[in-house]
């Protein structure tokens, strides 16, 4: 029997939903489309950041000297890069109505600026009982070590979890610990797939 629920943030409760701004960030920096993303998220850098081995704060001073932008200017991209993000309301009005029946949990691979995005700019965080960051522990999915840790932290085994995440190889990872795990897109109705597996809200 499930008893917790576990998802990823980005790509599952905050999704870019508008690429528009991303895009007119990268033309009027003369940036290939997608470049923007491997600079915040691929290079070595962002992987030195979100495995917390770099601040959040070393990761945009490095974006912003490697753009050759001033303090404005780099503020001027975060606020354009981030943009079109959105909080997947319908998904988290959903994952607040299995409380308390369920234990919810997040595992992100993030700077360590999550909890602030989860509690200043998305006040999500009240609705989970564990947050797990890549920054916060220095391991990043699809390691299985991160998993564990969450599992251990929650009193649960794996075989007692759901877990959602947008990417396919840290999917496999949770099932390969034996964790339910879904493969999270915007199409995924993810009530009904819960309900398959006998996750449904309580009354």
Same mark, same amino acid.
């Not at 991303?22 to 992987?47: A, D, I, M, T, Y």
């Not at 890549?134 to 759901?162: C, H, N, Q």
């Given at each position: ?33 997608? /470049? ?21 704060? /070393? ?17 001027? *991209?975060?606020?354009e890069f981030f943009g079109g993000d959105r909080l997947n309301t319908s ?13 919810? !949990? ?10 602030? $995005? ?13 947050? $797990? ?24 085994? !794996? ?7 947008? *990417? !396919?190889?840290?999917?496999? !990872? ?25 996750? $449904?809200?309580?009354?």
């Amino acid at each position: 029997m499930i008893k917790t629920v576990i998802f990823d943030v980005g790509g599952v409760l905050i999704r870019t939903e508008d690429r528009t701004p991303r895009r007119k960030l990268e033309q009027r920096l003369g940036l290939q489309p997608g /470049e923007s993303e491997v600079l915040v998220f691929n290079e070595k850098v962002g992987n030195a950041a979100q495995l917390g081995k770099i601040t959040s704060a /070393e990761l945009w001073g490095w974006v912003q000297q490697k753009l050759g932008l001033d303090d404005a200017g780099v503020a001027q *991209f975060q606020q354009e890069f981030f943009g079109g993000d959105r909080l997947n309301t319908s998904l988290m009005a959903y994952i607040r109505s299995l409380r308390p029946a369920y234990q919810t !949990a997040i595992i992100s691979n993030a700077g360590d600026n999550l909890n602030r $995005v989860i509690t200043e700019i998305y006040p999500i965080a009240d609705a989970f009982d564990l947050v $797990v960051g890549s920054a916060y522990e220095g391991v990043m999915k699809p390691d299985a070590e991160i998993f564990k840790r969450t599992l251990t932290r929650l009193g649960r085994r !794996a075989e007692e979890t759901v877990f959602v995440d947008d *990417f !396919a190889h840290n999917v496999d !990872a949770a099932r390969a610990l034996g964790m339910h795990a879904v493969h999270y897109t915007p199409a995924t109705d993810v009530p009904a797939v819960f309900a398959q597996l006998g996750v $449904v809200p309580p009354g």
